[in-house]
C-alpha cells in the first residue's frame, strides 16, 4: 500500500450523508468517525485492547503515539459506538466499540487491501468482477462493554453501510489468540473440516505465509464444545453464515494466528436479515 500523507489523517471528515447516526440503544449509539479526533479515539481503543490487554508488539510509531495506527486508517471508514453516558476527558462520548471498513473501490485507488498482507485474495476478487467487496478489519470492544448490545450495534452499523453502499461480499481476517496452531488444533480442524468455503469463494495463505489446517481434521470434533470456545467474533461469523479460507497464516506482531473469513450477502442467514431490517433498522435512531 502506498503511504499516504499525515495532513490526509487531520483533514478526514466523513461525509454529511454518512455523518449520521446508525442506530441507537439506550446510552449507546452507532456512527462513523467524523472527523480525525474520531478516528484517533478508535485507535486509542485499539491499543488498550491489543497491546494493553492481548500479546501485541508495537511498532515504532504506535508505540510513539500509544495509538494501535497503520496507513489504511486514513483511507478507511471507522464504525464506532459510543457510550453518551460516560464523557471522556474533553466531555464527548466515550468510544467503546470500533471496527474498520474498506470498501473495493477505495481500496484499488490506493494500493489495495490489508487482507492481500495475509492471503491470496486477488484470484477471489477477479472471479466475481461484478460484485462489491467490502473488508473488515481491526474489530474491538472495550472489556467492560464486550455484551449483546454493544456486538449488535456493531453488527447494525455494519448492516445498515453495507445497505448503503450497495456492497455484495464481506471479508477480512479474523484472529485467534496465541502463536502455536497445535495448540488451536480442534477450532482450526473444526473449521477446515465443517466451514470451509465453496471453491468460487476460497483464498488460501500466500506462499511462504500460511500454515495447513487440513491436518487437524482427523481430531474428534466435538461441534458444541468447539463453537463454545470458539472467540465471540469468528462465533458470530459462523453464525450468520460465513465460511473460510485455506489455510491459517501466524501474525507475530498481533500474536495471533489469522483466517480469512469470507460472507457473501446472499448467503446471511434469513434470519438475521430479518432480525436487523432488510435496510438496517431494528436500532434506527
Same mark, same amino acid.
Given at each position: 500500500?502506498?503511504?499516504?500523507? #499525515? =495532513?490526509?489523517?487531520?483533514?478526514?471528515?466523513?461525509?454529511?450523508?454518512? !455523518?449520521?447516526?446508525?442506530?441507537?440503544?439506550?446510552?449507546?449509539?452507532?456512527?462513523?468517525?467524523?472527523?480525525?479526533?474520531?478516528?484517533?479515539?478508535?485507535?486509542?481503543?485499539?491499543?488498550?485492547?491489543?497491546?494493553?490487554?492481548?500479546?501485541?508488539?508495537?511498532?515504532?510509531?504506535?508505540?510513539?503515539?500509544? =495509538?494501535?495506527?497503520?496507513? &489504511?486508517?486514513?483511507?478507511?471508514?471507522?464504525?464506532?459506538?459510543?457510550?453518551?453516558? =460516560?464523557?471522556?476527558?474533553?466531555?464527548?462520548?466515550?468510544?467503546?466499540?470500533?471496527?474498520?471498513?474498506?470498501?473495493?473501490? *477505495?481500496?484499488?485507488?490506493?494500493?489495495?487491501?490489508?487482507? !492481500?498482507? %495475509?492471503?491470496?485474495?486477488?484470484?477471489?476478487? #477477479?472471479?466475481?468482477?461484478?460484485?462489491?467487496?467490502?473488508?473488515?478489519?481491526?474489530?474491538?470492544?472495550?472489556?467492560?462493554?464486550?455484551?449483546?448490545?454493544?456486538? %449488535?450495534?456493531?453488527?447494525?452499523?455494519?448492516?445498515?453501510?453495507?445497505?448503503?453502499?450497495?456492497?455484495?461480499?464481506? &471479508?477480512?481476517? !479474523?484472529?485467534?489468540?496465541?502463536?502455536?496452531?497445535?495448540?488451536?488444533?480442534?477450532?482450526? /480442524?473444526?473449521?477446515?473440516?465443517?466451514?470451509? #468455503?465453496? %471453491?468460487?469463494?476460497?483464498?488460501?495463505?500466500?506462499?511462504?505465509?500460511?500454515? !495447513?489446517?487440513?491436518?487437524?481434521?482427523?481430531?474428534?470434533?466435538?461441534?458444541?464444545? *468447539?463453537?463454545?470456545?470458539?472467540?465471540?467474533?469468528?462465533?458470530?461469523?459462523?453464525?450468520?453464515?460465513?465460511?473460510? /479460507?485455506?489455510?491459517?497464516?501466524?501474525?507475530?506482531?498481533?500474536?495471533?494466528?489469522?483466517?480469512?473469513?469470507?460472507?457473501?450477502?446472499?448467503?446471511?442467514?434469513?434470519?438475521?436479515?430479518?432480525?436487523?431490517?432488510?435496510?438496517?433498522?431494528?436500532?434506527?435512531?
Amino acid at each position: 500500500m502506498r503511504a499516504l500523507p #499525515a =495532513r490526509f489523517l487531520e483533514s478526514f471528515a466523513a461525509s454529511e450523508t454518512e !455523518a449520521e447516526t446508525l442506530g441507537r440503544s439506550g446510552t449507546l449509539e452507532v456512527r462513523l468517525a467524523r472527523s480525525a479526533a474520531d478516528v484517533k479515539r478508535a485507535q486509542k481503543l485499539r491499543w488498550d485492547v491489543f497491546y494493553g490487554e492481548m500479546a501485541a508488539r508495537p511498532d515504532w510509531r504506535s508505540r510513539l503515539l500509544r =495509538r494501535d495506527v497503520d496507513g &489504511f486508517d486514513a483511507i478507511c471508514d471507522h464504525l464506532l459506538v459510543v457510550d453518551a453516558a =460516560r464523557p471522556d476527558e474533553r466531555g464527548r462520548p466515550s468510544v467503546v466499540g470500533t471496527y474498520r471498513l474498506l470498501r473495493q473501490e *477505495v481500496a484499488d485507488r490506493h494500493g489495495g487491501f490489508y487482507t !492481500a498482507s %495475509e492471503f491470496e485474495i486477488g484470484p477471489l476478487i #477477479a472471479r466475481h468482477p461484478g460484485l462489491r467487496f467490502l473488508e473488515l478489519g481491526r474489530s474491538c470492544v472495550e472489556k467492560a462493554y464486550r455484551d449483546k448490545r454493544t456486538v %449488535e450495534l456493531l453488527w447494525h452499523g455494519i448492516w445498515a453501510y453495507v445497505r448503503r453502499h450497495r456492497i455484495d461480499v464481506m &471479508f477480512g481476517c !479474523a484472529s485467534f489468540e496465541g502463536t502455536d496452531p497445535e495448540a488451536l488444533a480442534l477450532p482450526l /480442524g473444526f473449521i477446515h473440516a465443517n466451514a470451509l #468455503a465453496a %471453491e468460487e469463494w476460497r483464498a488460501a495463505a500466500l506462499p511462504g505465509r500460511g500454515v !495447513a489446517i487440513d491436518r487437524f481434521t482427523e481430531a474428534r470434533h466435538d461441534a458444541k464444545a *468447539v463453537m463454545q470456545a470458539l472467540p465471540p467474533l469468528l462465533k458470530g461469523y459462523l453464525r450468520l453464515g460465513a465460511r473460510f /479460507g485455506d489455510g491459517a497464516v501466524i501474525d507475530e506482531r498481533f500474536g495471533t494466528v489469522d483466517v480469512l473469513v469470507v460472507l457473501p450477502v446472499k448467503d446471511i442467514h434469513p434470519k438475521y436479515v430479518g432480525y436487523f431490517g432488510s435496510e438496517g433498522d431494528r436500532y434506527a435512531a
